[in-house]
T-cell receptor, first 114, second 115 residues
Framework: EAQVTQNPRYLITVTGKKLTVTCSQN?????MSWYRQDPGLGLRQIYY???????DKGDVPEGYKVSRKEKRNFPLILESPSPNQTSLYFC?????????????FGPGTRLTVL | AQTVTQSQPEMSVQEAETVTLSCTYD???????LFWYKQPPSRQMILVIR??????QNATENRFSVNFQKAAKSFSLKISDSQLGDAAMYFC????????????FGTGTRLQVFP
């Protein structure tokens, strides 16, 4: 089954404690990205990757890091989480520039930073 | 920069009735794609319908259809014969036709369906 998986689905942590949210896709997609969803703001892109070892900032990258060492995985790293990073996070993947395809979204990760 | 605006934070509809959700966007590009996503309480993002800007014909998917007005930069979603399962948050999204898969989302419209 084609899917994007994220772990953990729920996470409560404290300010400053490094954490990683994993994302994995099984569709051999080149493009992967991370979004955060906040009430009244919709979804905003954090980082994206066009392929292995190719990553770039989205619209709200501050406080986040990513890496793309393998095509299937695209972890999101919060080195020193702060309460303003409390949000719902989505990972998404797709083939690059294919007009007939669209992005597949993971199930979301609810992060709370105390 | 492209922007997407959903001016209706909340809408409601009676079961079996029709409802239209509004979306406007701003872009200087001529080649792009527009989407409506549904987000039920499970929080999963579900693609409802998509429209290629170069196609004049409005997209339809069963009970869901769009009214795409390219000159007015408007992309509304019509849900016919509304069902209780249609209750969700709906997001309008824009994607450039350039070699990028970035989606730009509106702020969402929460749809309630009453029996």
């Amino acid at each position: 089954e084609a899917q994007v998986t994220q772990n953990p689905r729920y996470l409560i942590t404290v300010t400053g404690k490094k954490l990683t949210v994993t994302c994995s896709q099984n569709m051999n997609h080149e493009y992967m990205s991370w979004y955060r969803q906040d009430p009244g703001l919709g979804l905003r892109q954090i980082y994206y990757s066009m392929n292995v070892e190719v990553t770039d900032k989205g619209d709200v990258p501050e406080g986040y890091k990513v890496s793309r060492k393998e095509k299937r995985n695209f972890p999101l790293i919060l080195e020193s989480p702060s309460p303003n990073q409390t949000s719902l996070y989505f990972c998404a993947s797709s083939f690059v520039g294919t007009s007939t395809d669209t992005q597949y979204f993971g199930p979301g990760t609810r992060l709370t930073v105390l | 920069a492209q922007t997407v605006t959903q001016s209706q934070p909340e809408m409601s509809v009676q079961e079996a009735e029709t409802v239209t959700l509004s979306c406007t966007y701003d872009t200087s590009e001529s080649d792009y794609y527009l989407f409506w996503y549904k987000q039920p309480p499970s929080r999963q993002m579900i693609l409802v319908i998509r429209q290629e800007a170069y196609k004049q014909q409005n997209a339809t998917e069963n009970r869901f259809s769009v009214n795409f007005q390219k000159a007015a930069k408007s992309f509304s979603l019509k849900i016919s014969d509304s069902q209780l399962g249609d209750a969700a948050m709906y997001f309008c999204a824009y994607r450039s036709g350039l070699d990028t898969d970035k989606l730009i989302f509106g702020t969402g419209t929460r749809l309630q369906v009453f029996p």
